[in-house]
């Protein structure tokens, strides 16, 4: 799957969390993302079977996105490279800031 942009990503240590900083660099319209990444949710995804770059492959070219009912957090879905159709769910921290909560394969 291409998703027509480049990605720089720069690593900052923070208090046990790993922020990374995702820049767009192609013509094609496609949101840019800070991820907030703490070994707590890393470890939460593991156990799922997600990785933090799916995770963030699945948010940045979701395939539908919306509202999640139970929780009111935002929700992204889409198929991996792999075939599997991934849920992530997150926080806005702010409107480029992003806290993954969890994610997992859909049935």
Not at 74 to 95: N, Q, T
Request: proline residues 5%; aromatic residues 12%.
């Amino acid at each position: 799957m291409s998703y027509g942009f480049s990605r720089a990503i720069i690593r900052f240590a923070f208090h046990h969390s790993v922020v990374m900083i995702l820049i767009s660099t192609a013509s094609v319209e496609v949101p840019t993302y800070i991820f907030v990444w703490s070994d707590e949710t890393v470890k939460h995804l593991k156990e799922h079977g997600v990785t933090p770059d799916e995770f963030e492959r699945v948010v940045q070219d979701p395939h539908s996105n919306g509202i999640s009912r139970s929780t009111g957090r935002p929700y992204a879905v889409s198929i991996l490279d792999d075939g599997r159709e991934v849920m992530c769910i997150y926080e806005f921290i702010d409107h480029m800031t992003i806290e993954p909560i969890t994610a997992y394969e859909l049935d």
